[in-house]
């Protein structure tokens, strides 16, 4: 028999089951017809229209009653002119019908207005007489959240917004309904799921058949990508039960059928041991509610407490070589072995174009200037390429999958060395946080700045703001695999802000005649600028925990790395040049540290940019500080359950609320954006990237390596070090002197 639970949630996604069209739900008639682009030309008139007066009034400086006068005269103009001609050339008057209100018409709407009208006074009577609490506060939401949109934007700006939405958003829904439909189940199957295992947790160890039905229902429950999935079904002893059942079930994107196939399963497969009895469900006759839901499934199962998984790959990262099974060295609370190649480059992707490319030209090519700087990127962006592929290839030393740094290089050194390395990376991703708080903070107090200047809004209050969202979201993400589709819309913004601050600054470059492009300073300062600029230019690239995003690469993880890294540098870095030289073409030595402060521009354009810039920034956070999410689950958390069971949540909210705390207040006491990039690239990025990188390829491929190679290797090992050094002096240089400028809790 199915649980309650389970049936709870069957029940459920029967009522995720919409039963009528979006056409139909529109009201099926002309209107419907518009809005989802059934009429395109009318759609497409409405579009331009609604342009077309954007431009007369934010462009133009018109208002709408002298628009409306004006038009009103002109067409008056030429139909009286017209009628005039017309008698006097003897040619037919303009076609104009009597045009006149009757009695029934203005009745009708009088009846309507009055009916309107005692509605909402039945409302107010409701809140005031009866004392009806739930839709007081109802009713006070929806004020206040008009009185808050109402005060950061004004009417026209709402009114267009609202008539670009309308006139996409349903579209885009019914063209693309499947997929959206089905992502909303899978979220909705996943809440359920999860309530009810809180609740089966609390009344003890479920019986055989109920594990059996359970596990079926759990199957749907994943968000799908393509894969390979083999299962084996046994009886569970002492609960009797037929022969065990064996099969290679493959599912087939988009359509979420299971077909049944004979073939083993390929050496990258997922293997995944659950166990059904007999008296449960059988393969070929059991609940037909269960059934259902067996044909709607998606691809994978979700991990269950009797899941294992193996990871079937070659030392050489070949996966179609013979090799024996790589395991990870340790354990982990988090997920590993689960994504696509081109995912964990949207993941690398997005910490190189995040809201730091707003920086880059007031930061690192105002001290360099045109030809050192142009040059250092490009080369910075090679020997990274490189360091980083060092890293890759040396993820299955030993017969182990190292998934964290601090593994790979305890394995090589020893135990001393994993408490270097994972001092050292905690440096690195702690002050790299730090500064997307500050980014965000600055982003939002810059959005805030555009409407109203009056130092009300300080940034250490937008840094507290900004550290508050950035929890949130940590709490709703259990681990790095879990971003999925937020790298689609980190990947949105990013673009919404960099073509932002590409177009102002390309507009304002054109109309600006002659910009000074000479370093600013003295010569001692631009000799510490340099250097500083010089690990901002190490930092743009690097994450400093290219093993942890590895560790969640699917097999073969070594050339799937390898692809997912040319991906970053050489797709991924394009945003990145276009802004940072642009920015600096435009504005010279005057360039901000923050692009969007120097841009001139429409205010709603640069608003949205700093919002983008603000979210996409929230999302970076959450990448940098997986590391030490997976520490805290892994060492200090359950490790079983669901992500989303109330042990879990609570443990993310009390330990990952506690982390971001501190960081945010650190950024609230620091709020140096250029300084931190430039302490971060010395004391951590340069050593763990670089220094590290090649030292350890030496002394593990030290026999197979040329005099020539090992001499290239400690070349990189001695110069990094030197240059980490002059870096780290130079970066707290600039902290020394921007503290003497700048008090704590600055409002910069």
């Not at 018109?62 to 040619?91: C, E, H, M, P, Q």
């Not at 039945?122 to 005060?151: E, P, Q």
């Not at 609230?668 to 931190?676: E, S, T």
Request: hydrophobic content about 45%; proline content about 4%.
């Amino acid at each position: 028999m199915i649980s309650f639970q389970d049936r709870s949630l069957i029940r459920s996604l029967r009522s995720l089951q919409r039963q009528r069209p979006v056409h139909e739900i529109l009201g099926g008639g002309f209107l419907a017809d518009v809005i989802l682009w059934r009429r395109k030309n009318v759609t497409i008139g409405i579009l331009l229209g609604a342009l077309a007066s954007r431009v007369l009034f934010e462009v133009a400086g018109y208002t709408l009653l002298s628009l409306l006068s004006k038009v009103l005269l002109l067409l008056i103009s030429i139909l009286f002119l017209w009628s005039r001609a017309a008698g006097i050339l003897n040619r037919p008057r303009p076609p104009i019908p009597e045009m006149h209100l009757s009695e029934e018409m203005m009745r009708e709407a009088a009846v309507f207005v009055r009916f309107h009208v005692n509605v909402l006074l039945s409302v107010f009577n409701d809140i005031v007489h009866r004392k009806d609490t739930k839709l007081f506060y109802t009713i006070a939401l929806c004020l206040w959240m008009i009185s808050m949109v109402g005060g950061s934007i004004d009417i026209l700006t709402l009114g267009y917004t609202s008539l670009v939405i309308i006139l996409t958003v349903p579209a885009l829904y019914e063209k693309y309904e499947n997929g959206i439909d089905s992502y909303v189940k899978m979220a909705h199957m996943e809440v359920q799921m999860f309530g009810g295992s809180a609740s089966r947790l609390s009344d003890g160890a479920p019986t055989a058949a109920e594990a059996a039905n359970s596990l079926l229902v759990r199957t749907f429950s994943v968000i799908t990508h393509p894969s390979i999935l083999s299962f084996s079904s046994r009886p569970i002893d002492g609960c009797g039960g037929g022969p065990p059942i064996e099969a290679s079930t493959r599912v087939v994107d988009p359509s979420p059928i299971f077909f049944i196939s004979s073939s083993p399963a390929s050496s990258a497969t997922t293997t995944i041991t659950s166990s059904f009895t007999s008296s449960g469900i059988s393969t070929d006759e059991g609940d037909s509610e269960t059934s259902l839901l067996l044909h709607r499934g998606r691809e994978e199962w979700d991990a269950m407490s009797e899941t294992k998984l193996h990871v079937g790959q070659g030392n050489d990262g070949d996966a179609d070589s013979k090799h024996p099974k790589i395991d990870a060295v340790d354990d982990t609370a988090h997920q590993i072995s689960s994504d696509p190649w081109y995912q964990v480059g949207f993941v690398l992707t997005t910490g190189v174009n995040s809201a730091y490319v707003l920086g880059y030209s007031g930061s690192a090519m105002v001290p360099l200037g045109w030809v050192i700087g142009t040059t250092g990127f490009i080369l910075a962006a090679a020997i990274s390429l490189y360091a980083n592929i060092l890293i890759a290839r040396l993820h299955e030393v030993g017969g182990k999958r190292h998934i964290r740094y601090r593994d790979l290089a305890g394995h090589i050194y020893g135990r001393k060395m994993y408490s270097l390395t994972w001092a050292l990376q905690y440096v690195n991703l702690f002050m790299i946080n730090t500064g997307y708080i500050i980014l965000a903070g600055q982003a939002l107090k810059a959005t805030y700045v555009l409407y109203r200047d009056d130092a009300i809004l300080k940034l250490p209050y937008c840094i507290a703001i900004a550290g508050f969202v950035c929890a949130l979201f940590a709490f709703g993400i259990p681990h790095l695999s879990a971003l999925r589709i937020w790298l689609g819309f980190s990947t949105f913004l990013s673009l919404i802000y960099i073509i932002t601050a590409f177009v102002l600054s390309l507009k304002d470059g054109l109309s600006t005649p002659t910009r000074d492009y000479s370093i600013p300073g003295s010569n001692a300062s631009k000799v510490f600028s340099t250097i500083g600029a010089a690990a901002t230019l190490v930092f743009s690239y690097n994450t400093g925990m290219l093993p942890e995003i590895q560790a969640t690469v699917k097999p073969p993880v070594i050339r799937n790395m390898e692809k997912a890294l040319w991906f970053q540098f050489v797709i991924g870095g394009l945003p990145l040049y276009a802004v940072t030289f642009v920015g600096y073409w435009a504005y010279g030595s005057s360039t901000s540290t923050y692009l969007l402060n120097s841009v001139n521009g429409p205010i709603w354009v640069k608003s949205v940019a700093n919002i983008a810039a603000f979210f996409q920034t929230v999302v970076a956070l959450h990448i940098f500080a997986s590391p030490m999410y997976e520490y805290l689950d892994t060492k200090y958390g359950r490790g079983q359950g669901s992500p989303f069971s109330f042990y879990n949540v609570s443990f993310r909210v009390v330990v990952r609320g506690g982390y971001l705390t501190i960081n945010t207040l650190v950024a609230a006491l620091l709020p140096f954006l250029g300084d931190f990039m430039s302490l971060t690239g010395a004391l951590s990025t340069f050593p763990l990237t670089f220094v590290l990188a090649n030292h350890m390829y030496l002394k593990v491929k030290k026999n197979k390596l040329s005099a020539p190679q090992k001499a290239w290797h400690w070349l990189n090992v001695v110069g990094f070090s030197c240059l980490a050094m002059a870096a780290a002096i130079a970066a707290l240089r600039l902290i020394v002197v921007d503290s003497k400028t700048y008090h704590l809790f600055a409002d910069i």
